[in-house]
Structures are given as C-alpha cells and as structure tokens.
C-alpha cells in the first residue's frame, strides 16, 4: 500500500479546458489589441462568448494541434506554451519586414522585449501586410527534437534561421513575464490581479475564470476519494503548474481543502521563489521532480534540502504520482515512484498509448477509479 500519494490538478482533478481557452486568448490579445501588436484591433474585445472562444482557440492553437504537440514534448506549463505561441508568430511576422526594416529587427533581437518594445515593432508592422500563420507552429516545430524548455531554446534557432540574427533575446525574460501578466488577466480577472502578480491589469474588463472551474468527475466523488485515503492512512498533497491562488480558491470553493494539509499543497508560486532562491538555477518546473520532491517533504523543507535529495529516493515504492501529462511521467521517474496516468487531461483516451509506451504503472479513465485500484492492492 502507498503511504503517500501526490496528485497533479489540471487534467486530473480540475479540467483544464478553461486555462487552454486563457491561454488563446492571451495570445489573441497580444497579436491584436493597441496595447502589444495590435495588429488587428477592432477585432478585440474583454468579453466574449463561448462559440467566440472557442474559435479564436480553434485558430490560435490550430484545432488544440499546438497544444498536443507542446504537450507530447513534455511542456507543461501553461504560460510556457503562451510565450512559445506568441513568439513564434512574433518571428514569422519579423520575418515578413526583415529585407526592408533589417536594421530595427536586428535591434529588437537584441534588446530585453518588453510591451514598450512590443507597441514599437506594432507601429512598424502596421505600414506593411502582414500575415499570421499558426499552423506554421506544426511544421517548424515539428522539425526539431526539442523537449521541455529546449522548445523555448529552440526559437533563438529559429530567429536566426528566418530572421538571419544571432540572438538569445528568445530565452524566457521580459517578454514571458509580459505574456504571464496578460494570462493571468483572463484567467483571474480584474478582482484578484493584484493579488495574483502584484501588478494591476494593463487591460481591465476582464472578470476571469477563476469562479468557473470544471470538476473531471462529480466533485462530491473526488471528496469521496480523499475521504478514503486519508481512512487509510495515506498522507496526500498536491504538485501542480497552477498558481497558489488558482489551486487554494477553488479548492475552498469545492470544499477540498479541509482534507489537505496547505504544506502539502506546492505550486508553481513554490517553484518560482525555489529558482529565485538559487542563482543560476535551471527551470525547477515539471518534468523536473522538485514540486514533488516539496510535496513530499513539505513545504517547510528548504530549497537547498529539496534539491540536494538523493534520487531516486529509498521508498519510491510507497509513494504514487497521479497525473494526466508526459510531464507528470518524467517527474515521477527521476523520483523514483510509482506513477498512476489518467486519461482526463487534453488527450483524453488518444494518451493511453504514449503512457504505456512509457512505461506508467498504472492507467486510470478517472481519478476516482483511484479507489479501486488501491482496494485490489
């Protein structure tokens, strides 16, 4: 029996489908809104209904082609995938002015790329035709083995391939936060932006997603599922890409969080102080096993106590990941545990095979199927 289970949220307990539709709006927004490119902003607007985001996350992510791709390279994170999107449209559109403007792309691939910058290279692009090309994403990426944040990597490359520019300017740096900022916009709303970057919105009229979050089976089974593993006495936490305050809000909404101990509970806010804690650090984000390794130790763990953890550890046999993603996968491999896959995340039952080719130990349709399989044990 394992002592200690450790479950991911997006795509295992709460859907993700909510942060995707942010995600292509975030990206939608910094194409063609005055306040980035605006390459099209009559087209933009803070409210939208839901057959309108579903086709501009139709178009951003070509039919969610994008996303899958990012995902089956191990990519996780949600603001990663933004900033990869949006930056490789940002190179295909500096691609189609280079013969005439070779001197200013030159220089914004050198320079730090924040929105001051982003409104300039907006002022220039609008005295040419220019055109977007998203399933472009699917062929240029679709030519590299890139894993993980090599993706990122991967856009200097492409930069100096279309652009004819040496740069690094494509590494996560100004331009991620800005990306960031703008997500968490749509995801969190006007209320609660400050409190979730320290920054007020650079675009108000946002009331966010946070207050609409979807449960991947009926929310009263998966209190149902914790009620029964804390009977038996398996310790359980959470390790996931979301932000504390889109992990604990709902959680507190959907009557979750009683049944956890918050030192349990390691998010993405919990991987960014570790990797500003240490300098130099590499990205502590899945499929590195650090939230786990946190999740594991609690969070009054150091960094340093966490990081210098032997792996894999001594009792990875009593201890279980549950997560949806290769990510998850990866994580719970270099810990050393076991790792149960549920096919609820973005690739639903089309994931099954690339989790058994990769060796899960388990394979859930549900994370409630969780309880029976800990029955037959």
């Known amino acids: 029996m394992f002592k200690t289970i450790l479950f991911d949220v997006d795509g295992v307990l709460l859907s993700e489908e909510r942060y995707f539709d942010a995600s292509a709006l975030t990206v939608w927004e910094m194409l063609t809104s005055r306040n980035y490119l605006a390459l099209a902003p009559k087209n933009f607007k803070t409210t939208y209904n839901e057959d309108e985001i579903l086709n501009i996350r139709n178009q951003v992510f070509v039919n969610d082609k994008v996303l899958k791709l990012m995902k089956s390279r191990g990519l996780n994170a949600n603001w990663d995938m933004i900033y990869l999107s949006f930056t490789h449209q940002l190179i295909h559109l500096l691609s189609q002015i280079k013969d005439k403007e070779m ?13 001051e910058v982003l409104l300039e290279i907006g002022h220039v692009l609008s005295h040419y035709q220019v055109e977007l090309d998203f399933e472009l994403f699917l062929t240029e990426f679709g030519r590299t083995n890139a894993v993980k944040q090599e993706l990122l ?8 391939e279309k652009l004819g520019v040496k740069t690094t300017s ?8 800005v990306c960031e900022h703008v997500s968490q916009e749509w995801y969190v709303g006007d209320d609660n932006i400050v409190a979730s970057t320290g920054n007020p919105s650079v675009q108000t009229g946002k009331a966010g997603f946070l207050a609409n979050e979807t449960t991947l089976a009926p929310k009263q089974d998966i209190a149902g599922l914790f009620e029964f593993l804390i009977a038996s006495g398996i310790q359980i936490g959470i390790g996931t890409g979301r932000p504390e305050l889109e992990t604990i809000e709902p959680f507190k909404h959907l009557k979750w969080l009683p049944y956890f101990d918050q030192n349990r509970i390691v998010t993405a806010d919990d991987v960014l102080k570790a990797e500003q804690a240490i300098p130099k650090c590499s990205s502590l984000s899945k499929p590195h096993p650090f939230t786990y390794i946190m999740g594991l130790k609690e969070k009054k763990a150091t960094v340093k106590e966490c990081l210098e953890t032997k792996l894999p550890i001594d009792n990875g046999n009593s201890v279980l990941i549950v997560g949806d993603s290769l990510a998850d996968l990866l994580a719970a491999r ?16 089309d994931a099954r095979s690339e989790f058994e080719e990769n060796g899960a130990d388990y394979i859930l349709d549900s994370v409630v199927d969780l309880r029976g399989l800990l029955e037959t044990m």
């Open 103 to 115: 001197e200013k792309v030159a220089r914004w691939c050198q320079v730090p790329i924040n929105r």
């Open 153 to 160: 990597n991967y856009l200097n490359e492409l930069a100096g």
């Open 170 to 177: 494509f590494e996560k740096g100004d331009l991620w936060f």
């Open 334 to 349: 270099q810990l050393g545990s076991k790792f149960a896959a549920v096919l609820t995340g973005l690739s639903g039952q």
